[in-house]
């Protein structure tokens, strides 16, 4: 996956989360079933996107 998209990604998986516990909040019963969905949703793609990438560099002094 390409950095961009990554960050595309965990920006939209944000992006659920508000919305459905907004949405879970401050709507009427079936509204809150579906932002609870959503939000959900945006939980697990942000947990399985995860925290990015690591790089290590070892060097040997010579």
Known sequence: MTKK???NAKKASKA???LGSATY???GQ???TAG???G???AVADG???NGYNVEMK???M
Do not use: H, P
């Open 5 to 7: 998209t990554y960050k």
């Open 16 to 18: 659920a989360q508000v």
């Open 25 to 27: 909040v401050l709507g």
């Open 30 to 32: 079936t509204e809150s």
């Open 36 to 38: 609870g969905i959503v």
């Open 40 to 42: 959900l949703g945006g």
């Open 48 to 50: 399985v996107l995860g």
């Open 59 to 61: 060097f040997k002094c």
